[in-house]
């Protein structure tokens, strides 16, 4: 024993009992991240987002991961690239689920963390949506249909989402039609 206090590191500012919690391994991965916070802002749900590594900052992550679900948090996201263990981290101190989102921050881009992120051993799963930003929206909407299961208002909400998203793609279609029609958009080059 030194006689020093140990180092409590503050959380940051935030809703006193977020929802949903979303872990960043790194503050390198927020550009990607803020794709989860943004989709959970638009379907009004109380969020954190907090970096806490699996690695470098692991007892804190534990700390932190057992804090929130102490105070109800009922959804943990965890984006990380690299050997990424920080879902799994997570999922070994919680019962809520916990969705993994793999980030394309190494050499490997993002094979390494899609692997280390899925490959869970049985008994302590962890869902694994796609490397990157769409995953780290899939992530976010995963955790919406979860949190809907029982709130009929989220549900609505969400199937409000997918209506938009088909007309979405309707419309896509109906003006490539169009253009194919004009002319207007190009053809393919010659292949030489
Ligand atoms: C992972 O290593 C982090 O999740 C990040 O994706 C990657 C690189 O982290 P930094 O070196 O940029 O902090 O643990």
Known sequence: MTGKREYNPPVAAAPANPVVVIFLGSDSDWSVMARAAQVLEEFGVPHLAIVSSAHR???????????????????????AGAAAHLAGALA???????IGVPLASSPLAGLDSLLSTAQMPSGVP???TAIGEAGARNAAILAVEILALSDRRLETKLLGYRQALEREVVGNDARLQRERRHG????????R
């Open 57 to 79: 900052t692991h007892d804190r992550t534990v700390r932190l991961t057992k804090l929130f679900t102490r105070r109800g948090t009922r959804v943990f996201i965890a984006g």
């Open 92 to 98: 070994a101190v919680t019962p809520r689920p916990v």
């Open 126 to 128: 962890v869902a694994c």
């Open 184 to 191: 207007s958009r190009g053809r393919p080059a010659p292949r």
